[in-house]
């Protein structure tokens, strides 16, 4: 994109900004695209197929507490189970939950497969 154009006003803060024409379809279309509604959201979801959470995951997940405690606990899942199940000890897989240790990707990849979730829904 090209350094904009900035017009200041009468206290010399920015008041407009000129774009190229070019530049500004390109917003334009964005924000189309970002104006699609719930509803065609969630139609445009459940069409995709795959999984859906309740909002109390989702609620979790925004409040900041750790995805891999989240989605452990919504699968009923113990940090023994889990950790079993990854071949990890579970000292290390509370550790990973608590942000003490980071998990490897290999470890991170193999949470992710025995949550039943994307490696990106972890990190």
């Not at 979801?45 to 995805?67: M, T, W």
């Amino acid at each position: 994109m090209n350094k904009p154009q900035v017009i200041l006003d009468g206290t010399g803060q920015p008041a407009f900004a000129v774009i190229p024409w070019h530049e500004y379809e390109r917003l334009v279309n964005e924000d189309a695209d970002a104006r699609v509604s719930d509803e065609e959201l969630y139609d445009r979801a459940k069409a995709e197929g795959g999984e859906s959470f309740p909002i109390e995951v989702v609620d979790r997940l925004l409040a900041g507490e750790n995805p891999i405690r989240v989605f452990r606990t919504y699968r009923g899942m113990t940090q023994n189970q889990l950790a079993a199940a990854v071949g990890i000890n579970a000292m290390y897989l509370s550790q990973i939950e608590t942000g003490k240790r980071t998990g490897s990707i290999k470890i991170l990849a193999a949470l992710a497969n025995a949550l039943h979730v994307g490696m990106d829904d972890l990190i």
